[in-house]
Each structure stands twice: as C-alpha cells, then as structure tokens.
C-alpha cells in the first residue's frame, strides 16, 4: 500500500473511530437518562424545584443522546464518502499513470459513441456493431425513443459534448501535473520560520520558530492552510495557488524581500 493510500485509510479509519465513540456516547447518555426517569413513577406530578432540576436534567441528558447520534451519523457518512470517493487526487502517487488510463478510456468511449452513431445511420438499428451486445442495443434504441427522442442517433450530441470536454479536462490535469513533476517547486526562509515545498507528501508546509500571533493564524487558516500536528507544520496541498496564498501572508514572505511566486522554478521557466 503507498503512502497515499496508507493516509487515505487512516482518514476512513479515524472517522470510523469517531463514529463508534460518539454512538458509545449516545448509548451512555441515553442509558443514565432512562435510569433517572425510571426512578420518578409515571404521571408523577412535579415536586418543587429539586424535582423540576432532577427532571430538566433527564431531560437535557436525552437531547446529548440524540446529539451524540446525531454526530455518529456525520462521521459514519464521511468514512463511507472517503471509501466510495474514485476521483484521482494529486496526493495520489500513481496520479499521472491513473489520469492518462483514465485519458485512454475517454478517448476509447468518444471513438466507439461515434462509430455507434455512425453504424446507425447506415443501418437504421444498433443491432450488429461489433462488440455491442442485443441488450445494449435494445438499451440504446430505448433511449432513442424514451429518453432523448429529439435525437436521431444512439448518443446525441451532448453526450459526446460531456465526454469531451471530460477528456479536456484531464489532458489539463496531467499537463498541470506534468509541469509540476518536472519543474517542482521551491521553498523559502522568512523571519521567525521556513516555507518547505515537500513533494512527496504534496504540501506546502509552513514551519514557525515559535507560535505565530492569533493574527498570523487567523491570516493562514483563510488562506487555505491548517495545522497539522503530526507535521509540525501549517499546510495545504502543494499547488501554484498555495504559492499564491502564501505569497499574500506578510508575516512569510521571505526574509530577502522577494516574491515568493517569482522564485519558483516553473516562474523562472516562462521568463527564459
């Protein structure tokens, strides 16, 4: 398992984790509020104000309970999103060779919807196009009929629109990955810490001498940037907007006066 995918299960792990403590929760508090009440007999009238505090706390206990239920099922949701999520993220290692096997079956799919479309035209049926089962065809034809039936071919024109702009949009994302594989991205030192550029964990870490100023916080974390403790560092994924939010936060620009985004060797690239 790489590193990527080792984060990716800690991720779902630690939200597993809340969700169980948090149902462990719901169960305790729900528990202590059936005991108080199952010591005040039913229809019971209220006795002065210890009993009415006695009662408002059953009372508060239970909301916890469903509060603490509440929670479980917000974290129990997000393991399941992380563990259903198929996007390729650029944290991801093996990013480059899944997005261009991603590119090679986009591209695969617009040649076999047009020479679908095509097939149609010449023979007024989806029945016989190699490789495509009766079923498929039998789908296809439905659709024509029942989904789209403006359309006069298997995939109208929108289809093969969407796929293409879908296959755009990777051919960007592994251009932008490219570039930033080849040319990498520089760091810098700043009074009071330091600007790392880890390219194996793809982020831009920031690390400070001392606590920085509740301003210093306030101006990092709307930026984009948050405090990982297992680092040691503020940080966010390394990407040319982080370079860019960084570069606006006074308190790290460098200690030599220059501009973060023109020290970058993708920057100095362009400039030659």
Known sequence: MSNYE???????????????????????????STDMASAIPLGQPIHGPADRRC????????????SALDKADYYERRAQAAEENT????DDPEALAKLTKKL??????????????????KHGTCRGFHGLSDSEAERLEYNMEHVHPWSKIPYPSY???????????VKRRIQQLTE??????????????????????????IFFDAIPAPEV???????????????????????DNAIYAAGGIKAIRPSDGSDPVKIQPKHRSKQR
């Open 159 to 169: 289809a093969l629109s969407n796929n293409n702009k879908n296959i755009n949009d």
């Open 104 to 121: 090679e079956h986009l591209q695969l799919a617009q040649t076999r919807m047009k020479q679908i479309n095509a097939y149609y035209r």
């Open 87 to 90: 996007s390729i993220s650029a």
């Open 55 to 66: 009662r408002e706390r059953i009372e508060a206990k239970m909301v916890q309970s469903f």
């Open 180 to 205: 930033a594989a080849e040319l990498g991205y520089s760091g810098w030192v700043f009074e009071g810490g330091r600007v790392e550029a880890n390219r194996e964990k793809n982020r831009l870490q």
């Open 6 to 32: 080792e984060r990716r299960q800690a991720r779902i792990d630690r939200y597993r984790e809340r969700a169980e403590k948090a149902r462990g929760e719901s169960k305790a508090l729900f528990r202590q």
């Open 217 to 239: 916080r306030q101006a990092l974390k709307s930026s984009g940037f948050r405090w990982a403790r297992s680092e040691g560092a503020w940080q966010r994924q390394l990407t």
